[in-house]
């Protein structure tokens, strides 16, 4: 049976490995590693901002969630490649809207390379709406948000 948990120190080395695997497919697309793969998951870890979806003692998927001032930034969601296709995005999804609404938010924030064009589908299908784009040197967004009942 699969649950979703806050990760411990324990997972980091875990999360960062199913980071990088699952961002692998962009590599020759962006020609450059994605910002998630850059990013320090233990310190995200030590800051309670990473949770994992685990069957067992595998981490088969996990979000990074960051709560600001008025509404909840999803930074990062990925799903082992291994475990693709049986609905554990969605379930992390839900899991993103329902913490958002524990913590009283009325609303979920993300953005996503403008070059990952399915991830935008994606999160279209889920209600999130495309708010605007921004870059940072050669990185450009498209920033999303999606308003919770």
């Given at each position: 049976?699969?649950?979703?948990?806050?990760?411990?120190?324990?997972?980091?080395?875990?999360?960062?490995?199913?980071?990088?695997?699952?961002?692998?497919?962009?590599?020759?697309?962006?020609?450059?590693?994605?910002?998630p793969m850059l990013d320090d998951y233990a310190a995200?870890?030590?800051?309670?901002?990473v949770h994992v979806l685990t069957e067992g003692t595998?981490?088969?998927?996990?979000?990074?969630?960051?709560?600001?001032?008025?509404?909840?930034?999803?930074?990062?969601?990925?799903?082992?490649?291994?475990?693709?296709?049986?609905?554990?995005?969605?379930?992390?999804?839900?899991?993103?809207?329902?913490?958002?609404?524990?913590?009283?938010?009325?609303?979920?924030?993300?953005?996503?390379?403008?070059?990952?064009?399915?991830?935008?589908?994606?999160?279209?299908?889920?209600?999130?709406?495309?708010?605007?784009?921004?870059?940072?040197?050669?990185?450009?967004?498209?920033?999303?948000?999606?308003?919770?009942?």
């Open positions: 049976m699969s649950k979703i948990r806050l990760a411990e120190p324990d997972d980091s080395k875990a999360v960062a490995a199913l980071v990088d695997a699952a961002y692998q497919v962009y590599l020759p697309r962006l020609g450059r590693k994605p910002l995200r870890i030590a800051a309670g901002e595998e981490i088969l998927g996990l979000v990074v969630l960051v709560p600001e001032a008025d509404e909840l930034l999803l930074d990062n969601i990925a799903v082992a490649p291994s475990a693709q296709g049986f609905g554990h995005g969605r379930r992390l999804l839900a899991f993103v809207e329902q913490h958002a609404r524990d913590l009283g938010f009325r609303s979920i924030r993300l953005f996503t390379n403008v070059l990952m064009t399915e991830n935008q589908a994606i999160y279209a299908r889920y209600g999130f709406v495309e708010t605007d784009r921004s870059s940072e040197g050669n990185i450009h967004r498209v920033n999303m948000r999606k308003r919770l009942d």
